[in-house]
T-cell receptor, first 111, second 114 residues
Framework: RKEVEQDPGPFNVPEGATVAFNCTYS??????FFWYRQDCRKEPKLLMS???SGNEDGRFTAQLNRASQYISLLIRDSKLSDSATYLC????????????FGQGTTLQVKP | DVKVTQSSRYLVKRTGEKVFLECVQD?????MFWYRQDPGLGLRLIYFSYDVKMKEKGDIPEGYSVSREKKERFSLILESASTNQTSMYLC?????????????FGPGTRLTVL
C-alpha cells in the first residue's frame, strides 16, 4: 500500500467549475500536511498547508480528517492557470524533516 | 524568498561517466534532500542530509552518493551513470525543527544518460 495515495486523473474541467481532489495517507502519526502544485516541467511549489480545522486561501480550500486519514483540496471557479499537477504531501513522523509525496493529481482546465 | 539553485537545467551524459549534480540554498537551512521524479512513480527520495557532513539514505540510494561539505551545498554523485538514471533530479531544502517541515525545491536538472 502506498503511503500517500491520490487519484492521478487527469481531471478535465471547464473554466469556472468546482473540482475536488482527495488523498489518503497511511501513517496516523503524521502531523503536517500540505498541498503542493507542480507545473509541467517545473519544480513543486507549496500551495498551502492543511490544518485540522480546515483552511481557505482564496478559491482554494483544504480539509483534513485525521480519523479517516484523508485530505482534500477544493478549487472553486477554476481558471486556465490552475492547470497543473497537485501533490498531496505528509510529513514522515520520524521527525527528520522528510516529506512523503503522493504521485499527484493532474488537472486540466479547458476554455 | 528562499532560493534553491541547481547547477544545470539540462544535462546529457554517456553511460559510465561520473556525474555531479550540485545544489545550493541561501536560507541557512539545515536539511537538504535529493529526489528523482519519473512519470508514474512520483517523487522518490534518494538521499538527505540534516547537517554538514551528515547523510542518510532515502528510498532509492543505489547507484548514488552524496556530499555535504558546507551547509549551503549538497551534491549528488552518480559514480557510473547508467541509462536507468535518466530522470528529473530535484533538490530541496528545509529548516530543521520548525514546523511544518515545508520543503523548498530547486528548478530541477533533467539528466539524460545515453
Amino acid at each position: 500500500r502506498k503511503e500517500v495515495e491520490q487519484d492521478p486523473g487527469p481531471f478535465n474541467v471547464p473554466e469556472g467549475a468546482t473540482v475536488a481532489f482527495n488523498c489518503t495517507y497511511s501513517n496516523s502519526a503524521s502531523q503536517s500536511f500540505f498541498w503542493y502544485r507542480q507545473d509541467c516541467r517545473k519544480e513543486p511549489k507549496l500551495l498551502m498547508s492543511v490544518y485540522s480545522s480546515g483552511n481557505e486561501d482564496g478559491r482554494f480550500t483544504a480539509q483534513l480528517n485525521r480519523a479517516s486519514q484523508y485530505i482534500s483540496l477544493l478549487i472553486r471557479d477554476s481558471k486556465l492557470s490552475d492547470s497543473a499537477t497537485y501533490l498531496c504531501v505528509v510529513n514522515d513522523p520520524s521527525n527528520t524533516g522528510k516529506l512523503i509525496f503522493g504521485q499527484g493529481t493532474t488537472l486540466q482546465v479547458k476554455p | 524568498d528562499v532560493k534553491v539553485t541547481q547547477s544545470s537545467r539540462y544535462l546529457v551524459k554517456r553511460t559510465g561517466e561520473k556525474v555531479f549534480l550540485e545544489c545550493v540554498q541561501d536560507m541557512d537551512h539545515e536539511n537538504m534532500f535529493w529526489y528523482r521524479q519519473d512519470p508514474g512513480l512520483g517523487l522518490r527520495l534518494i538521499y538527505f542530509s540534516y547537517d554538514v557532513k551528515m547523510k542518510e539514505k532515502g528510498d532509492i540510494p543505489e547507484g548514488y552518493s552524496v556530499s555535504r561539505e558546507k551547509k549551503e551545498r549538497f551534491s549528488l554523485i552518480l559514480e557510473s551513470a547508467s541509462t536507468n538514471q535518466t530522470s528529473m533530479y530535484l533538490c530541496a531544502s528545509s529548516p530543521r525543527g520548525r514546523a511544518p517541515d515545508t520543503q523548498y525545491f530547486g528548478p530541477g536538472t533533467r539528466l539524460t544518460v545515453l
